[in-house]
């Protein structure tokens, strides 16, 4: 099982701000990254460190961290968001880590 | 631009070997890691192993450690995942995407389309 935890489905609707969390002890140190991936499609990294975005993201992205929680937030859904979501740390033994994913529906 | 180019998709059967493949272009593939990835039908990502191939250190989860290997040929660019005898647990799909570190994390900022492994009688 994972090490990071996350919330297997979340919904918001259309416009409206959303928060997919991210629970792990090795959070307390270490900052996590997010990935979306799209039915049939590979996943694509969309923030990384304390809340850095890869060139092409939009800015309606954006990633922040307390505690053992890491978060990433949508302001302002669009339908194309619609997607899994994975968060990325390390786990106790420093390999990487992946949370088992959040399926997000923009309703 | 950064591209990963992976091999296509294997149908095989119990028992046979498998070696599927990564290519790197558009970066210096020797200054960075090269992780894999599977994903099992309708499941989540899971981290298998990395390898530098600038020195060909390797990396593996526990979870896969000793059930495939890594390799890579840096002279053209190319990682490996192979296995010696499939089974049919490991159909999956499988992604390389390349590693850096940030902070401390390793995490993957390029990747590749996937290369779909079926293994059935």
Redesign the interface.
Known sequence: SSELTQDPAVSVALGQTVRITCQGDSLRSYYASWYQQKPGQAPVLVIYGKNNRPSGIPDRFSGSSSGNTASLTITGAQAEDEADYYCNSRDSSGNPSFGGGTKLTVL | EVQLVQSGAEVKKPGESLKISCKGSGYSFTSYWI?W?RQMPGK????MG?IYPGDSDT?Y??SFQGQVTISADKSISTAYLQWSSLKASDTAMY?C?R?IT?????????????TLVTVSS
């Not at chain 2, 989540?44 to 981290?47: F, T």
């Open positions: 992780g990835v989540g990502l899971e981290w990395i990396r989860s526990p992604y995407a590693g940030i902070f401390g994390v390793a995490l993957f900022d390029y990747w590749g389309q996937g």
